[in-house]
């Protein structure tokens, strides 16, 4: 397997995961904080603390990492083009 099929590959892929949690698609971003929610509950359960779980990441910092991982993908998949021209 050439660089071109991996970046263009691994970047198409980044860069449609990203954009779905950067635009908030399906509420992906607001599935994640209750994810992220969901799963501290027991941690804390587990620990000790009844009291309700904190927020670690709201769904402003996963878009924000959504964006950063999307730019990412598209930096790679023009990488693969340009691999792929060359």
Known sequence: MN???FLLTFGGVSLVAGATFALNI????????????ANAEPAMHSRGELGPPKRVM???????????VALAGLVLTLGGLLELTA
Do not use: P
């Not at 709201?58 to 878009?63: F, L, T």
């Open 3 to 5: 660089a071109a099929t």
């Open 26 to 37: 399906r509420g992906a971003a607001d599935a994640m904080e209750r994810y992220a929610a």
């Open 58 to 68: 709201s769904k402003q910092v996963y878009r924000f990492l959504g964006t950063v």
